[in-house]
């Protein structure tokens, strides 16, 4: 009894050491080769998240773009080329048929000359002006210039279609503000504004002021105009707008204006506003950090 | 019977230029410009029109929404289409709404002036203008139902707002868009808008 008492406790003294080893030997050899292994799994993993994630957002980044080149394409064969064809077709005809026409339609041919070669000029820089912001390697860089002076430039482009319909441009920005900005993107966003502006105002005014707070400029373009439903901002504001044509109240527009400004204003980390009330104007305040 | 004209364009430089060659050419006087579906609806049947110069795409809409109903209250009304759009790809839906008269913007002055002439005359069985027509633009299928949600849908409208403007059910509009992508063999916007580009759908 005692004899195989003393070999079973020796037998189990052994399978203890054994154990010991074993576990020793995993904790120390194999445990630090897996863990590594897990180590570089989950590296791995998080690294191929991350590239497919950037990858998705050049995707769609990509993908805006060329939803945007369908739309210009667009524009031009519509509110280019036609136009242009019958520019051509009226002019030719004043100069070649002028005794066949009474004085009263020369004069109104000759006018929707002069409107429609100014609307040409005008998209024309617009598609020119998202165009030149859609180069990857473009350099920004922040320069000084004299915000009254610029508002007052945007102004003169547009003082022949103000006087027209009538409506008067005010410039509340006190003289000598310098800001010290990226000026073209300013430029543009505050020429689209303006233009915007301009379209859907029948009377009234158009009115530019500009402040300064700790954390930024604010610049608020505001208008007597027809206004938007809450439904019309929020189609502003949405990612599909790109493909957007959709007129205010069924009026011609082609979507490309905000296109540019909320393109441009991403671009220089701006943030901007509409508030607006049908039939009560809008009010459009950027607001571009220092 | 002096006609009476209504020219229905969104641009008023081609108004001014049809005008001209109406008034100048042909002498007629008596002629009414609209720019939007809604004004023309208005005008026509104010000014009691019997001749209609109609473009496809309006700010408001096409004009394959209108003629049926214009056709309604002036049952008369003589209609030419006056577009940029491929004869090829529409002048069968607007046959199907009966109107067979098809002038296309891309002809000569001449030939244009010439059409308007036989046109106001109202001679009949005038032929359809235009280039050579391409013989599989995938969109010549489509019908007339088909191609006026085709505008909406190219225009990245959803169904939902689709349904809205057009007054129809959801559910026929997301058929109809099923149908489209069927016939045209595409399966997403991109793929469609890309295709209305080459074949020269303008939206």
């Known amino acids: 009894m005692i004899l195989f008492d003393i070999s079973y406790r020796s037998y189990l003294l052994y399978i203890f050491i054994a154990f010991i080893v074993c576990a020793a030997g995993w904790y120390f050899i194999i445990w630090p080769f897996f863990k590594k292994h897990i180590l570089i799994r989950e590296k791995l993993r998080l690294f191929f998240e991350r590239r497919n994630r950037e990858i998705k957002q050049k995707n769609e980044e990509l993908e805006k773009n060329n939803l945007i080149k369908t739309r210009l394409i667009s524009i031009i064969s519509h509110d280019l080329i036609s136009p242009l064809k019958f520019i051509h077709m009226n002019t030719k005809n004043i100069l070649e048929n002028k005794d066949k026409m009474s004085l009263e339609l020369q004069h109104e041919i000759l006018s929707e000359v002069a409107n429609s070669s100014k609307e040409l000029e005008l998209l024309s820089t617009n598609i020119l002006n998202w165009i030149k912001y859609q180069n990857e390697n473009r350099r920004l860089v922040k320069e000084e210039f004299d915000l009254h002076e610029m508002v007052n430039q945007i102004f003169s482009i547009f003082r022949g279609l103000a006087r027209q319909k009538g409506i008067t441009f005010v410039n509340t920005i006190h003289k000598g503000m310098i800001l010290y900005q990226y000026m073209e993107p300013v430029r543009i966003v505050l020429y689209n504004l303006i233009l915007n502006a301009l379209n859907f105002t029948e009377k009234g005014s158009i009115t530019i002021t500009g402040g300064e707070t700790k954390k930024g400029i604010l610049i608020k373009v505001k208008d007597d105009g027809i206004g938007m439903t809450h439904e019309q901002i929020n189609n502003i504001l949405s990612e599909y707008f790109i493909v957007s044509s959709i007129n205010v109240d069924k009026r011609k527009g082609n979507g490309l204006g905000y296109l540019i400004i909320k393109d441009l204003l991403k671009l220089v980390n701006a943030k901007f506003v509409i508030k607006s009330k049908k039939d009560n104007g809008t009010v459009v305040t950027i607001f571009l950090p220092i | ?203």
């Open chain 2, 1 to 203: 019977m002096q006609p009476n004209i209504i020219i229905a364009d969104d641009h008023s430089i081609v108004r001014k230029g049809m005008k001209f060659i109406l008034q100048s050419i042909l002498g007629y006087n008596t002629i009414t410009e609209v720019s939007t579906c809604n004004e023309l609806m208005n005008e026509a049947v104010k000014k009691r029109c019997t001749h209609l110069l109609l473009d496809v795409i309006f700010p408001d809409g096409t004009s394959l929404e209108v003629i049926p109903n214009i056709k309604q209250l002036i049952p008369n009304i003589r209609i030419v289409i006056f577009s940029m759009q491929l004869p090829e790809v529409y002048s069968e839906a607007f046959r199907q709404y009966g109107v067979t008269n098809y002038l296309s913007k891309s002809i000569s002055e001449e030939d244009t002036i010439a059409y308007l002439k036989k046109f106001l005359n109202n001679e009949t069985a005038l032929p359809v203008t235009g280039n050579m027509p391409s013989k599989n633009n995938p969109f010549a299928t489509l019908t007339p139902r088909e191609l006026e949600i085709l505008h909406y849908v190219l225009n990245g409208q959803k169904t939902k707002m689709i349904s809205h403007t057009l007054n129809v059910g959801m559910s026929t509009i997301s058929t109809l868009k099923k149908r489209i992508f069927e016939k045209t063999e595409t399966d997403n916007l991109k793929q469609l808008l890309e295709l209305a580009l080459l074949y020269n759908i303008n939206f």
